[in-house]
């Protein structure tokens, strides 16, 4: 990749936004996608992959600033890995089915419906707390049997928007932890980032296989597919452990609402762009 101008520009975007986004639960694959496709104008796979390497490398940065902190609760995390592992690999196969039958909007449709979701569920959430409820009065409960299986379920279906969309599924996952489960927004960000982990990968090299991206992807970035990442993953690390120990917990939820509604307005411009 030819650092030019732009290219300088998206980076030091990217990483600048590793490091807010780091203690959100978020990877930032509804804000790295748009940027791929518009600003860098990759082809809609390329841009996929590219941002489920970086948010991969976003969430190995920011479980590691979290279970460091007593943020992230492995057990939990575990028991949602497997249904978001198989939710990704289905999510990745229709993915590539249904862009190449019906096109990118059907993406970018399913997209803005996802953010439409979650900014819902946020703020919803945000308003009962503002009104006296404990965001945190369901953190050391158990998880009964009925909860658990809801739980997988969501978590699948957080798997399968993650390689649907070429995102983590970070804003899915949160939702989840802290709508269903009643967590705090940094225990619902650390065990997002453990199921995460986990499941990106499977995304990343299912859409290498379906997709063959792999050879147009080295075509693009060069030794910086390699650089990138970790740079990506260090500042995730400093922006997590700096959040945790100075950004009062509260405070999380107004970056998070905010950074999903931008992802959803560019998502709704593009959408208006190919209709009109």
């Known amino acids: 990749m030819n650092m030019d101008p ?10 600048t936004l590793a490091m807010i986004i780091s203690p959100l639960g978020l990877g930032g694959g509804v804000l790295y996608v748009p940027i791929f496709l518009y600003v860098m104008e990759w082809s809609l796979h390329v841009s996929l992959v590219s941002s489920l390497i970086l948010v991969w490398m976003v969430s190995l940065g920011s479980r590691i600033a979290h279970s460091k902190d007593g943020y992230a609760d492995k057990e939990v995390g575990g028991k949602g890995t497997v249904s978001a592992i198989l939710g990704t690999i289905l999510g990745t196969i229709l993915s590539a089915l249904l862009v190449e039958h019906i096109g990118e909007i059907i993406i970018i449709s399913l997209a803005s419906l996802l953010m439409v979701w979650v900014i819902h569920r ?3 959430k945000m308003h009962s707390e503002v009104n006296g409820h404990n965001a945190n009065i369901g953190e050391n409960q158990e998880i009964n049997d009925e909860q658990l299986s ?7 279906g957080g798997g399968m928007a993650s390689g649907f969309l070429g995102i983590g599924g970070g804003a899915i996952f949160v939702t989840v932890h802290r709508q269903f489960l009643d967590w705090g927004h940094r225990k619902s960000a650390g065990t997002s980032y453990i199921i995460e982990s986990w499941m990106i990968p499977m995304g990343i090299l299912t859409h ?6 792999g050879a147009e992807l080295w075509d693009i970035l060069g030794i910086w597919l390699f650089i990138a990442p970790i740079l990506m993953m260090a500042c995730s690390y400093f922006g997590a452990t700096v959040a945790i120990n100075y950004v009062p917990q509260k405070a999380l939820s107004y970056p998070f609402l905010l950074l999903v509604t931008l992802a959803l307005i560019r998502y709704l411009v593009d959408i208006y762009g190919i209709i009109t």
């Open 208 to 213: 290498l296989i379906v997709d063959d991206t």
């Open 6 to 15: 732009t290219s300088v520009l998206v980076l030091l975007s990217i990483l």
């Open 122 to 124: 946020t703020a919803k």
């Open 150 to 156: 809801l739980y997988r379920k969501l978590c699948a």
